[in-house]
């Protein structure tokens, strides 16, 4: 069997992880690397089980998207999509199990499994706030079902089904760029990229992700940027805002991410075979807050 490479790519998140803290970049994209084989050393192996752990924000988040992705591929083969009591139901259901699993701590054998920071950590979280994430998941879902947004795509005609969260990608100066799509569809002319949120607000700086997305619909479907709307879609608060790119706004995007690779690669010791420089290049951050919150503080602070 072909020994998979670790292939250097560009995305949003990754640029966000480079920001935030070297150090975190370097355990989340290399020093993790091989952690999966049996053989891997212990050190390794723990930091590939630390980067499979989600706080509990962000697996409430996965939950909601991997229900609505299950639910417009559904639509997209033309297969009939249940209620939302019972669809809310085998969502908390498997939100119980999974709990459970990652209290249990069964990730540490099982690292497909889910693994909750705040298990691995102890961080003490009250019944009641668990509960909150429970509640959450069903009003994202509860919103999600009951807009017009849904409506919308339960009329879409079979031709007119782009991509749901396709691991899709594109090019640029030779550089894999990643661009998931939550949902993607014709309309008219044009194309519709929808993303959606499930925490409290809006995020205010959209523009690069978004740029992302438009870059990539420009690629593959051939359209032009006025022909592409964008729409940010706030399950949480119910509240939908829609966006349209320019011309210029991609040429800025552009010219970012090719600074940014530049940032990332610097560190390299070999940029052909993104092969990393020893993990001292790569600088521990200085806040707190973020040294508190990471994945990653029991091979950082050991």
Not at 51 to 74: E, P, S
Not at 75 to 103: N, T, W
Not at 203 to 225: F, G, T
């Amino acid at each position: 069997m072909t020994e998979i490479r670790n292939e250097f790519s560009w995305s949003k998140s990754r640029d966000e992880v480079f920001l935030t803290c070297p150090r975190q970049y370097y355990f989340n994209y290399y020093g993790y690397w091989g952690g999966w084989k049996t053989t891997a050393p212990q050190r390794t192996w723990q930091i590939y089980m630390l980067k499979n752990l989600k706080n509990r924000f962000m697996w409430a988040g996965d939950l909601v998207h991997q229900c609505i992705k299950h639910t417009l591929k559904n639509l997209q083969r033309g297969i009939s999509v249940l209620g939302v009591d019972e669809i809310i139901g085998i969502s908390i259901d498997r939100m119980r199990e999974e709990f459970r699993s990652s209290r249990e701590k069964r990730y540490r054998t099982h690292p497909k499994t889910c693994a909750l920071f705040e298990h691995e950590y102890e961080a003490g979280v009250e019944d009641s706030e668990w509960k909150r994430m429970a509640d959450n998941v069903t009003q994202c879902l509860r919103n999600f079902y009951g807009s017009e947004l849904f409506a919308e795509l339960r009329g879409l005609s079979p031709e007119n089904w782009l991509e749901i969260e396709d691991f899709s990608y594109f090019y640029l100066n030779g550089i894999k760029v990643w661009a998931v799509l939550d949902c993607s569809f014709r309309t008219g002319d044009g194309v519709t990229i929808v993303d959606w949120k499930t925490g409290r607000t809006t995020r205010e700086d959209i523009s690069l992700q978004l740029s992302c997305y438009a870059m990539y619909a420009q690629e593959h479907w051939k359209v032009k940027p006025g022909e592409i709307r964008l729409i940010e879609y706030n399950l949480l608060s119910d509240q939908k805002a829609e966006f349209h790119i320019t011309k210029g706004e991609i040429r800025d995007t552009r010219s970012y991410i090719k600074g940014s690779v530049a940032d990332m690669q610097s560190l390299l010791a070999d940029v052909k075979n993104n092969i990393p420089k020893d993990e001292a290049f790569f600088k521990k951050t200085e806040d707190i807050q973020i040294h508190d919150r990471c994945n990653f503080k029991k091979v950082c602070f050991p």
